[in-house]
C-alpha cells in the first residue's frame, strides 16, 4: 500500500432535530504520497464534511459514523482506541487550511502566536524558539517578521489566509487539506495564494487534498480529482484523464456550464434541478432525477465503482455501457 | 483612541450635570420647607423667613443651582439638617463601607458564576448544565430582602454561625456579599455559558483543534479571553449599580453603607443628604462605567488598534448595547 | 404568525409553560383571596397573635400560615398584598412600555435634536440608580399607591425608550420603509402603520422580562416603608413586620418571601418564554 491516506467506504450522518441527514454515502477516496487531490463538486455535496471526517472534527453531539474507515498508514482513524495518537497527528502529520480566513483566526491573539502555537503543541519548543519558527514560517508566507505582534483584523483577507497556510504547514505535514481556501478571496488574491501553495506543496514534499468546486484551480494544482455529488464520488481519475475524457453525466455537465473563453455565448449551461435532499436515502443513483440521460435502472440500483482504465473509475451505468460520450 | 475616551468623558460630564440638574430640583419638590424643617415647629415666621435667607433660598432657582454645582465642584456637599455637619463629612466613610460590599459581592459572583458558567457552557444539555441553569433561574428571581433575612435565619438565628450585623470583619461581609452577589452570580452563569457556547462554535476553535490542540487548552486558553469581554462590561456595569443599589442590602445587614444613609435621610427628610448620596451614588455609577468601556476598548484588540471606522462601528455596537446595559443590571431591589 | 403555530411553539416551550402557570396560579390565587378565606387582611386580632402555621389541619378556616404579631392571617394578607404587587407591576409597566414606545419611535424615526434630547434624558435617568431614584421620588411624591404607579413608570420608560429606539434607527434605513415615503405616506402613518408592527415583539419581550423586576422594585420600596402603607398588606411589608420576629415566627417573613420569590421566578420565565415563541434568535 503505498497509499498515504484511504478512506473506505465512509458513511457519515447527522441526527438533527428535523431527522437524520445522510452526508456521507460511502465515500472511497485514496491519496498517495506527495500527491495533490482536487476534490470537486457543488455546496452540499459533501467535500468539508469528508474533510472534518479525516480530522476527526466532525460535531460530536450529532455526527454518526455507521460504517467505513480512515486508513492513515496503518491506523483507522475512526477507531476509538486510537484518539490520543489522533490528537498527535492532528496539526502535525495532517493539517488544514480553512475556508474563511477571517473566523478561522481567534481575533484576540496575535497572529505570530497563533502560528507559535502548533510549533509549542507538536515539536515541544518553548515559547521563545516556538516564536522564532513562527516568524521564520509567516516569513515563508510571505508576511515580513515585523507584522507578527499584529492581530488578524489589521490583514487583509489574503494575508490571513497565508498565516492560516503558515499554521496548516508549521509542522512540514504529510497531508495538507485545503477547504476552499481561495473562496472567500478575490481572484487576484486567489491566484496568489494558489501559486503559494503550489510552491510550498513543492518544497516541503506535502500531500494535498484540495476542496473546491473551482474546476480550474483543480487543473492547476492536481494531479488527480475526485468528483463528489450527494455525498459519494462519482468520478475520480487523474486530472488528464478526467477532464480529457468527463464520462458521468454530471461530470459532463460541470464542464459544459464552465464559459468557453473563446466562444461566444448568449446563455450560460448550467445542470439543470437541484442536490437532492439529504434527509432521503434514495434508491438508485443520486443523480437520477437531474441525469439527461437517465435509465431505467439508474433509479432502481446505486451504480458501483466502474473502471474505465487505469486512471480513471466511474460511477454510472451509462460508463458501464460504454455509451456516456455523446 | 484619545478621541473615543475624550468623546466618553464629554458625554460623562453631560450626564453628570443632567443627574446634579434633577438630584438638586429634588429639594424644591420635596414637601416642607427646608428652613422650617432645621427649625422645627416652633419657628417664628421672621426666624423662618431669616433663615430662609441664610441658605440663600431666596434667590432665584438658576442661581441656587449654580451655587450648589460650584459647592460641590469643591467638595462642598452641603450640609446635612440631622447631623448638622458637611454632608461630605458623613457620606465619604458610608461609601467605603458600601465598595468594600460591593467588592466582596462581586468577587464572590464571579468566583462562583466563572467555573460554573464555564461547565455548563463546555457541555450543553448535560446535568452539570441543568444545574447552572436552574441555580441561573432561580438565583435571578432571588432577591436580596427575602435572602438575606432568609441566611440571617440561617446562619445567625437558628445556627449561630454568623453575627447579623456588627462592625466590617470577614464575618459580618459574609452574608451581606452572599445576598448582593447571589443575583449577579446568577446573571453572569448566563452570560458566561452562553459566550462560551457561542464563541466554541466559532470557526477558529475548530481551527485550534485542527492544530491538535487539547480540549483542556483550547477552553481555557483560546475560548476564554474572548467570553471574557462581554464579562467585563457586565461586571463593571454592575459593580457601579452596587455602589448605589445595594441599598436593601445594607438595610437589613446595618450595613453603615450609602444605601442605608440615603434610606436614614429619607425619614428624618434630610434632603442635602439625600442629594449628596444621589448625586455621589451617580458619580460613581459613571465612573466606574466610563472605565469599564475604556478597560474594554483597551482589551479588545479590535477595538484598541484601528482606524475610526471600525472603531466607530464598535463604539455604536457598544452603545446601542447600552439598551442592555441596564437590563443587565442587577438592580432588582439589590 | 399563524395562530395555531404560536400555539404550538407555546406549547414546546418548557419557560413558557412554566411560567404562565405560576402566574395564573399566583395571579388566580389573589383576585380571589376574598372568596377563598374568611379571615380579614387588616383587622387585628390579639387573641390569635403568632400562631404557628396550621397547614391544613383545619381546611380553608384554619390559619393556614399562620398570623403574624397582630393576630392577621398570614395567607390572606399574602393574598391581598399580591394583589397590590400585581396590579401595580402590570400598570406600571404597561404604561411604561406605551411611554417609552411612543418616545423611543419618536426618537428613532426623526433623529437628530429629537433623538439627543429625549435619549439624553433617557441616560441621564438611568445613570442614576433606579432604586435610589424610586426612592427618592416618593419621599417628595409621598407613598400611597399612585404615587408608586407614578414612580414606578417613571423609573421604567426610559429602558424601553432605549430599546425600541435602537430597534427603529435599525428599521428606519430599510427598503419598504423608503418605498413607502417615495409613495407619499405620512410620517406618522409609517410609524404607527409600519414600524410600529415591528417593534411590538420586542416590546413585549422586554415587558414581560420588566414585570418580574418591577415586583422586586415594589417589595423592596414596601420593605424599606416607602411603598406600600401599612396596615396595608404588600410582600415588602410583610418582611419587614416579620424581621423582629425571625426568631420567634419565621413564617412571617418566609411565607411572602417565598411567595416573592416564586412570583418574580415565574414572571421571569414567562419573560423568557414569550422570547422564545417570538423571537428564539434573541438568546
Redesign the interface.
Known amino acids: 500500500m503505498n497509499n498515504l491516506l484511504e478512506i473506505k467506504d465512509l458513511h457519515v450522518e447527522f441526527r438533527t432535530m428535523e431527522g437524520t441527514v445522510y452526508a456521507l454515502k460511502g465515500v472511497n477516496l485514496a491519496v498517495k504520497k506527495g500527491e495533490a487531490l482536487g476534490l470537486v463538486g457543488e455546496t452540499g455535496a459533501g467535500k468539508s464534511t469528508t474533510a472534518f471526517s479525516v480530522m476527526g472534527l466532525l460535531p460530536k453531539n450529532s455526527a454518526r459514523i455507521p460504517k467505513g474507515s480512515i486508513l492513515w498508514g496503518d491506523k483507522d482513524l475512526l477507531d476509538e482506541k486510537n484518539e490520543k495518537y489522533i490528537r498527535k497527528v492532528r496539526g502535525d502529520r495532517i493539517a488544514m487550511v480553512f475556508q474563511n480566513p477571517l473566523t478561522s483566526l481567534n481575533p484576540v491573539f496575535t497572529i505570530g502566536e497563533q502560528v507559535a502555537m502548533v510549533f509549542r503543541r507538536h515539536q515541544g519548543m518553548d515559547e521563545k524558539r516556538a516564536y522564532e519558527a513562527a516568524g521564520k514560517m509567516l516569513q515563508m508566507v510571505g508576511i515580513m517578521p515585523e507584522r507578527m505582534s499584529d492581530y488578524p483584523h489589521q490583514f487583509s483577507g489574503g494575508m490571513r489566509q497565508r498565516v492560516g497556510i503558515a499554521a496548516a504547514i508549521a509542522c512540514k505535514p504529510d497531508l495538507l487539506i485545503a477547504d476552499e481556501p481561495t473562496t472567500a478571496l478575490d481572484v487576484t488574491i486567489q491566484a496568489q495564494v494558489l501559486e503559494l501553495m503550489k510552491e510550498l506543496q513543492e518544497q516541503v514534499e506535502t500531500s494535498l487534498i484540495m476542496i473546491t468546486h473551482n474546476l480550474g484551480i483543480v487543473k492547476e494544482l492536481c494531479q488527480n480529482v475526485a468528483v463528489m455529488y450527494a455525498g459519494v464520488i462519482i468520478e475520480s481519475g487523474s486530472v488528464d484523464e478526467v477532464f480529457r475524457n468527463p464520462s458521468h453525466p454530471y461530470t459532463l455537465g460541470l464542464m459544459g456550464s464552465l464559459p468557453d473563453i473563446k466562444k461566444k455565448t448568449d446563455r450560460l449551461t448550467p445542470i439543470s434541478g437541484f442536490m437532492p435532499n439529504p434527509m432521503i436515502k434514495p434508491k438508485g443513483c443520486a443523480f437520477a432525477p437531474r441525469c439527461p440521460k437517465c435509465m431505467e435502472i439508474c433509479t432502481q440500483k446505486e451504480p458501483g465503482d466502474m473502471e474505465l482504465n487505469r486512471e480513471h473509475i466511474v460511477a454510472c451505468f451509462l460508463a458501464r455501457e460504454g455509451k456516456s460520450n455523446e | 483612541m484619545r478621541k473615543f475616551i475624550m468623546r466618553r468623558l464629554f458625554f460623562s460630564i453631560f450626564v453628570l450635570i443632567g443627574v446634579s440638574l434633577i438630584v438638586f430640583l429634588i429639594i424644591y419638590l420635596a414637601p416642607g420647607d427646608p428652613a422650617q424643617l432645621i427649625l422645627g415647629d416652633t419657628a417664628t415666621p421672621e426666624q423662618i423667613a431669616q433663615k430662609r435667607a441664610e441658605l440663600g433660598l431666596d434667590q432665584p432657582m438658576w442661581k441656587q443651582y449654580l451655587i450648589y454645582i460650584f459647592g460641590v465642584l469643591q467638595g462642598d456637599l452641603g450640609t446635612s439638617l440631622y447631623y448638622n455637619m458637611p454632608c461630605s463629612t458623613i457620606i465619604l466613610p458610608m461609601l467605603w463601607n458600601t465598595v468594600i460590599l460591593s467588592f466582596s459581592s462581586m468577587l464572590l459572583a464571579l468566583l462562583i458564576a466563572i467555573p460554573l458558567g464555564v461547565i455548563a457552557g463546555t457541555r450543553p444539555g448535560s446535568f452539570s448544565d441543568f444545574a447552572a441553569t436552574t441555580f441561573s433561574m432561580f438565583g435571578q428571581a432571588c432577591s436580596s430582602v427575602w435572602l438575606g433575612l432568609a441566611l440571617i435565619l440561617i446562619f445567625s438565628v437558628k445556627l449561630g454561625w454568623l453575627p447579623a450585623y456588627g462592625d466590617i470583619s470577614l464575618s459580618t461581609l459574609i452574608m451581606p456579599s452572599i445576598t448582593l452577589g447571589t443575583p449577579m452570580a446568577a446573571l453572569l452563569v448566563r452570560i458566561v455559558r452562553a459566550g462560551m457556547i457561542d464563541t466554541l462554535s466559532e470557526d477558529y476553535i475548530l481551527a485550534a483543534r485542527a492544530k491538535g490542540e487539547p480540549e483542556f487548552r483550547i477552553v481555557m486558553r483560546y475560548a476564554m479571553k474572548n467570553v471574557m469581554l462581554p464579562v467585563i462590561t457586565i461586571v463593571g456595569l454592575n459593580f457601579g449599580a452596587f455602589l448605589g443599589g445595594a441599598v436593601v442590602t445594607e438595610q437589613i445587614f446595618s450595613w453603615n453603607g450609602v444605601g442605608r444613609l440615603m434610606v436614614s435621610s429619607i425619614y428624618s427628610r434630610d434632603y442635602p443628604m439625600v442629594q449628596s448620596c444621589l448625586l455621589l451614588s451617580s458619580f460613581l455609577f459613571v465612573m466606574v462605567t466610563l472605565i469599564v468601556d475604556i478597560l474594554y476598548t483597551w482589551v479588545d484588540p479590535r477595538v484598541r488598534l484601528d482606524s475610526g471606522r471600525r472603531k466607530r462601528k464598535i463604539r455604536s455596537m457598544l452603545n446601542n448595547s447600552d439598551v442592555s446595559k441596564q437590563e443587565l443590571t442587577v438592580e432588582k431591589g439589590a | 404568525m399563524k395562530f395555531t403555530l404560536l400555539l404550538k411553539k407555546m406549547l414546546l416551550s418548557k419557560f413558557f409553560v412554566m411560567g404562565t402557570a405560576g402566574v395564573i396560579l399566583i395571579t388566580g390565587l389573589c383576585l380571589f383571596y376574598d372568596v377563598l378565606l374568611p379571615f380579614d387582611p387588616t383587622l387585628a386580632d390579639y387573641s390569635v397573635m403568632l400562631q404557628n402555621p396550621d397547614w391544613f389541619a383545619n381546611g380553608l378556616n384554619g390559619h393556614i400560615l399562620g398570623t403574624d404579631a397582630l393576630g392577621r392571617d398570614i395567607l390572606t394578607r399574602l393574598l391581598k398584598g399580591g394583589t397590590y404587587s400585581l396590579k401595580l407591576a402590570f400598570i406600571s409597566v404597561g404604561v411604561a412600555a406605551v411611554i417609552g414606545c411612543i418616545l423611543g419611535t419618536f426618537a428613532g424615526y426623526y433623529g437628530k435634536w429629537l433623538d439627543m434630547l429625549i435619549m439624553?434624558?433617557a441616560?441621564?435617568?438611568?445613570?442614576?440608580?433606579?432604586?435610589?431614584?424610586a426612592?427618592?421620588l416618593?419621599?417628595?411624591l409621598?407613598p400611597n399607591e399612585k404615587n408608586l404607579i407614578i414612580v414606578l413608570i417613571i423609573s421604567g420608560w426610559?429602558?424601553f425608550a432605549?430599546?425600541i429606539r435602537?430597534n427603529v434607527m435599525a428599521l428606519r434605513d430599510s427598503e419598504f420603509i423608503s418605498a413607502s415615503r417615495v409613495l407619499g405616506a405620512s410620517d406618522l402613518w409609517i410609524m404607527f402603520k409600519q414600524i410600529f408592527p415591528n417593534v411590538l415583539t420586542p416590546t413585549i419581550i422586554?415587558a414581560s422580562?420588566q414585570l418580574?423586576?418591577v415586583i422586586?422594585?415594589e417589595?423592596?420600596l414596601s420593605?424599606?416603608?416607602?411603598g406600600i402603607q401599612p396596615p396595608n398588606p404588600s410582600w415588602?411589608v410583610m418582611?419587614a413586620n416579620?424581621?423582629d420576629y425571625?426568631?420567634t415566627a419565621?413564617w412571617i417573613?418566609?411565607a411572602?418571601?417565598?411567595t416573592?420569590?416564586?412570583a418574580?421566578?415565574s414572571f421571569?420565565?414567562l419573560g423568557d418564554g414569550i422570547r422564545d415563541v417570538l423571537d428564539p434568535k434573541m438568546?
Do not use: C, E, H
Open positions: 439624553r434624558i441616560d441621564v435617568q438611568l445613570t442614576i440608580p433606579s432604586l435610589m431614584l426612592i427618592a416618593v419621599a417628595i409621598g426610559a429602558k432605549r430599546i435602537g422586554f422580562q418580574g423586576y422586586l422594585v417589595a423592596s420593605y424599606l416603608g416607602l415588602g418582611i416579620g424581621r425571625l426568631q419565621p417573613v418566609l411572602p418571601g417565598f416573592l420569590s416564586l418574580v421566578l421571569n420565565f438568546k
